[in-house]
């Protein structure tokens, strides 16, 4: 079977966010331990967006989340409890915050993508456009790249898909090219 019929079954066809019927997709929760349907969530497009673009965010559209949180799926409740924390300064998201439990594991997972932690002095990432990078963007190189160490060059064009950050310098972010693991300078990748 496969992963969207299993959670169309699981969730009674619904997003398990906010409760839409309407247009929804198999949405794979980032830095999970876990894998396929364990790792995945059903959601709309509305709440997708919403995940992926914080200027398109609707603080009340995420009142929902007063019930999803409550949900027995673990993914579920991991992006129940990011999205409140990146909610947190509309003042209600805090309220649910207290009232929400994670058990140690699903805590570390909850909080793997940075939200929960102070960021205010943290490094801002940018591509070479000026575009603000986050850990999961897609970025495609600009220029050609020798990856020292190695012999391998990452040619131009090549797009790499949910980098992470390096927490301590702004110019630099890691992702996967050719399956092997670099680290790339910010000013070399522009944002998809």
């Not at 131009?156 to 980098?163: D, E, K, M, N, S």
Request: charged fraction near 25%; hydrophobic fraction near 35%; glycine fraction near 6%.
């Amino acid at each position: 079977m496969s992963i969207k019929r299993t959670l169309q079954q699981r969730s009674d066809s619904k997003c398990e966010l906010c409760g839409s019927k309407e247009n929804l997709n198999v949405y794979e929760v980032p830095s999970s331990p876990r894998s396929g349907v364990e790792a995945s969530i059903l959601i709309c497009n509305t709440c997708s967006n919403q995940i992926k673009d914080a200027d398109a965010r609707d603080p009340n559209h995420w009142r929902c989340l007063n019930d999803s949180m409550w949900s027995t799926v673990p993914a579920v409740q991991v992006m129940a409890w990011r999205m409140l924390q990146r909610l947190k300064t509309e003042g209600w998201p805090q309220d649910l915050l207290d009232m929400m439990y994670l058990d140690e594991e699903m805590q570390e997972w909850a909080a793997a993508e940075g939200d929960g932690v102070d960021t205010s002095d943290a490094p801002v990432h940018r591509d070479s456009n000026g575009a603000v990078l986050q850990a999961g963007d897609s970025v495609v190189l600009i220029k050609d790249l020798k990856v020292k160490g190695s012999s391998m060059v990452a040619k131009q064009g090549t797009a790499v898909r949910r980098i992470s950050l390096d927490h301590e310098n702004a110019e630099y972010i890691e992702g996967k090219v050719d399956g092997q693991q670099i680290v790339i300078i910010t000013k070399y990748v522009k944002k998809l």
